[in-house]
Structures are given as C-alpha cells and as structure tokens.
C-alpha cells in the first residue's frame, strides 16, 4: 500500500507535510520521500529508504534539507516517489497510491509509439510513477492527461502532483477506491489519505474528493478541474483492517465501523449460541480489537487482553515484503498474560484470515501458553480472491489464500463454482469449510462475518463498496 500527504500553505509547508506523511507510516514501510516548491529554489526532493529505520527518524532534518511553500510527501511499500519530471506539462513532482496491473503492456506501447526511454530498476522493472507520469505526459494538459491515464491503466491510480509554480493537483483514482480529502485552515490547504493526518495538523474538512474527481490546491482555494464520476467502489477493507482507527471515510468512522461490526457477529453467535463456555473476548491485535470490543460489549462476556503486542521496536508484521520475515515478526511481538490465557477458553476476533500462517503460529502460542480452547471469530467473510486493486504488500495468488486451499481439497477445482455456498455460514459448503479451517489451525470453533453483516456495519451501499476479494464481483 502507501499514502500520502500535501500542503500549499502561505508561508512554509514542509513541517506539515513532513508531520503529515508521518502520519501514514502505518501503509508502508519500505520507501518515503518528499518533494517542496520554493520560489527562489524551485522544486526539491528528498527519498530516502525506511526499511530499517521510520519515516521520523529518515527526515528529521527535513527542514534543514529543502524549503518551500508548498510540499508534497509519500509513503510507498515499493517504488521510491515522489519522483521529479520534466516534459512538455513543465516540471513537476508526482506520487501516486495504487498499482498497475498492466504495466508490462503500457510500457511496450509508450516506447513503440517513440517516447524515449525509462529509468530501469534492478531486474528491468519500470517504476510505476515514472509510468503514470509518461502517461500523463502524451496529452496537453493535466487534466486531460490524468484522465487519459486512468483510462489506460489496469488497477488503480490516486495521484499527487506538486506543479513548478507551487500549485498541487490531486486526482481520486477514477473509481473511488481509496479516499483522497482536502483540509483547509488560515495558513493554506492540504490533500491526504488520513483524514485523522490533517485535523491533528490543525486543519479543518473542506472536501472529500469523488471518484475520478481532478483538483488544483492554491493556499487560497481548491478549484475543481474535473467532476467526479457517478460510480464509486470504495474499498470495504479500509473500515475492516488497514485504515487507521480515528480516521473517517465517506463519513464512516473505522474505529466505530469495528464496534458495530463486532456487535454483529455477536448478535449471529447469540442466536446460534456459538459462544457458550467463553471466558475471555479478545481482539488479535492490534485490527482485531475494537471488533472484538464491540463483540465483548454486545455479548455481555468479559473482554481481556490475554497477549499483548510489543511495538516499540517491532514494524505492523503485514508490511514486510518477506513472507517468511512477516512470520518472524509476527511472532516476536506476542507477549502472553498467563494468567488470562491458562486453563481458560477464549474467543479471539481477528480482522480477517488470509492465508492463515500468522494465525496457526498465534493458536499454537495460545495452547503452549495453557489455553483450554480457542475460538475465532474474522471480521469479514472468507477471502477468495486476491485482491488486484490496490498494491497490498502482502498481495496473494488465489491458491495461496486458506479458503481456496481448503475448498481445492473438499471438491478440487469444481468446487470453485460454488464459492457463494462456502461462504454461507449457513449452507453445507459453509460449514464444511468453517471445519476443514479448524482442522487445519487447530481451533475450536470458527465463524466468520457474512458480506450482509459487513456492508450494514459499514453502512453504505453495497454498489458503493468494492467486496471483490470476497465476492470476486468488480
């Protein structure tokens, strides 16, 4: 993944954007970089690696290295941005959160039609900005040339562009997918991923940009260069897991988003009396809590932190690209209360089951601990399809996920086309799969929010919401 954030203030930008980029470390963890404007100076840009060390830390000295009135920083868990052009559209720095499926063909197409060449990463890959910007760079303008390139492009493309005469131009990726908002105080304006990003900084809401919407960001005013679209299909998993607990989309809180959708696999659990005999509700953390609060609250069974996760040194254990290091991680930051965790059953909520590896060595290390059962609530219905809209770190081949393993094994590939059943919790598939997942993970029970339950505790239309990683419907 990767977010980013962007000021045009009246006086200096680069703390606010630095502080505002920071504040979305939790999206990536691997490349960050940040590019000013500066009348006298003109456009600068910093990147700098984070992998070993956060963003914090990386640019600390920031203010010392580039100045400017306007700014622009990223986050990215791959290619380095933000990235300097220079083309017929003038110099400009530009970023983008997303991914491009299609790449390999673009780039065939561009260098075909004659446009030069590209900056070759390690093993002749093109990075993805670089792509987006030759794209852009074919028409006569901005405008034309953004729409232009989310036509052409497979995946999705949120865009940041710091212009050489200090204005920001910032494009929602033409379905929605992910949010892009505007904030505005006496200073200037801002654009993030992070709602929470800008009102920590002192900002205020002027505007959620709309699906495929084009803006021009001045200190001044924000002026609309091209309206949003009529479709929208935001994705459902920023409430469920990635998205930052105080931050809003769409007018949909994420921390209070979880509550509800806990209080509705509680209320299923209830009338199914699934839950009997639990001792503890717990949250695998730290996504996994506040459903698992709004679980414990509508229960009426006690909530209780039998493990803790160490962060002060430990990274989010998905934004390692290595699967193995993810594993690692994850395992080193649980710390268990015995006390809560022996001779007790428990019922843990996690955000989702992906491929289930973290989860297997998270229930071994309950049991070597002394728990009695483990239950497993997931916050949303199973994954059957990786998802191919947005550049996940952690982004999985179909066969990889648990679900399409356990239903290969059940029925083979037949069984594919009854991945509606499977994910009934209701239905012989549905409760097939549920026990194939238990035998597996060594769990005593499993349930799993149905896609009904999601889109109510999210509390948009379901038109509105992309759910293909569990519906596999675009």
């Known amino acids: 993944m990767g977010g980013f954030f962007g000021a045009a203030c009246k006086s200096d930008a680069v703390t606010d954007v630095f502080f505002g980029t920071d504040y979305h470390s939790h999206l990536g963890t691997r490349r960050a970089g940040m590019a000013a404007y500066d009348p006298k100076i003109g456009l600068q840009r910093v990147i700098h690696n984070i992998e070993n060390s956060p963003f914090r830390t990386r640019f600390?000295?920031?203010?010392?290295?580039?100045?400017?009135?306007?700014?622009?920083g990223c986050i990215s868990d791959y290619d380095p941005q933000p990235l300097l052009i220079r083309s017929s559209l003038g110099t400009y720095a530009i970023c983008m959160i997303g991914i491009i499926n299609n790449s390999s063909e673009l780039i065939e197409q561009i260098l075909n039609f004659g446009a030069g060449h590209f900056d070759a990463l390690t093993g002749g890959a093109v990075n993805s900005t670089e792509l987006l910007a030759a794209l852009i760079n074919q028409k006569s303008s901005f405008v034309d040339g953004i729409k232009f390139a989310q036509s052409k492009i497979d995946g999705t493309a949120s865009i940041l562009i710091l212009k050489d005469d200090g204005h920001l131009i910032a494009a929602r990726d033409r379905l929605g997918r992910l949010p892009v908002m505007i904030?505005?105080?006496?200073?200037?304006?801002?654009?993030?991923?992070?709602?929470?990003?800008?009102?920590?900084?002192?900002?205020?809401?002027e505007k959620e940009l709309g699906p495929g919407e084009i803006v021009e960001v001045s200190a001044d005013c924000v002026t609309q260069l091209s309206p949003p679209g009529d479709k929208m299909r935001i994705c459902s998993f920023l409430w469920s897991y990635y998205g930052y607990p105080t931050s809003t989309y769409e007018?949909?809180?994420?921390?209070?988003?979880?509550?509800?959708?806990?209080?509705?696999?509680?209320?299923?659990d209830k009338e199914a009396s699934n839950n009997e005999g639990v001792d503890y509700v717990g949250g695998v953390p730290d996504s996994g809590t506040p459903h698992a609060i709004g679980y414990s609250n509508e229960s009426g069974l006690p909530f209780a932190r039998a493990f803790i996760k160490y962060t002060p040194t430990w990274a989010r254990s998905f934004t390692p690209t290595d699967q193995s290091q993810r594993n690692k991680v994850a395992k080193m930051k649980q710390i268990p209360v015995t006390e809560l965790?022996?001779?007790?059953?428990?019922?843990?909520?996690?955000?989702?089951?992906?491929?289930?590896?973290?989860?297997?060595?998270?229930?071994?290390?309950?049991?070597?601990?002394?728990?009695?059962?483990?239950?497993?609530?997931?916050?949303?219905?199973?994954?059957m399809f990786g998802c191919k809209y947005l550049n996940f770190s952690r982004a999985t081949s179909d066969m990889e996920l648990i679900a399409r393993r356990k239903i290969m094994q059940l029925e083979g590939e037949e069984g594919f086309k009854y991945i509606e059943e499977y994910s009934d919790f209701s239905t012989e598939r549905g409760k097939a799969l549920r026990a194939a997942i238990c035998e597996e993970?060594?769990?005593?029970?499993?349930?799993?929010?149905?896609?009904?339950?999601?889109?109510?505790?999210?509390?948009?239309?379901?038109?509105?919401?992309?759910?293909?990683?569990?519906?596999?419907?675009?």
């Not at 801002?190 to 920590?200: G, H, I, L, P």
């Not at 007018?251 to 299923?268: C, K, T």
């Open 341 to 383: 965790i022996k001779h007790k059953s428990l019922l843990f909520v996690d955000d989702s089951i992906v491929r289930g590896t973290q989860l297997r060595e998270t229930v071994e290390f309950l049991y070597e601990n002394g728990a009695k059962a483990v239950h497993m609530r997931s916050a949303c219905p199973p994954i």
């Open 441 to 474: 993970l060594h769990l005593a029970s499993l349930e799993f929010q149905s896609l009904e339950g999601i889109v109510e505790s999210i509390g948009l239309p379901k038109d509105c919401l992309c759910t293909y990683c569990w519906d596999g419907k675009e």
């Open 60 to 72: 600390e000295r920031i203010s010392e290295e580039m100045k400017g009135v306007s700014a622009i």
């Open 251 to 268: 007018g949909v809180n994420v921390e209070v988003m979880r509550y509800i959708n806990g209080r509705i696999m509680a209320r299923h």
């Open 183 to 205: 904030g505005k105080n006496e200073a200037g304006r801002c654009v993030t991923f992070e709602s929470f990003a800008y009102k920590k900084l002192g900002y205020d809401d």
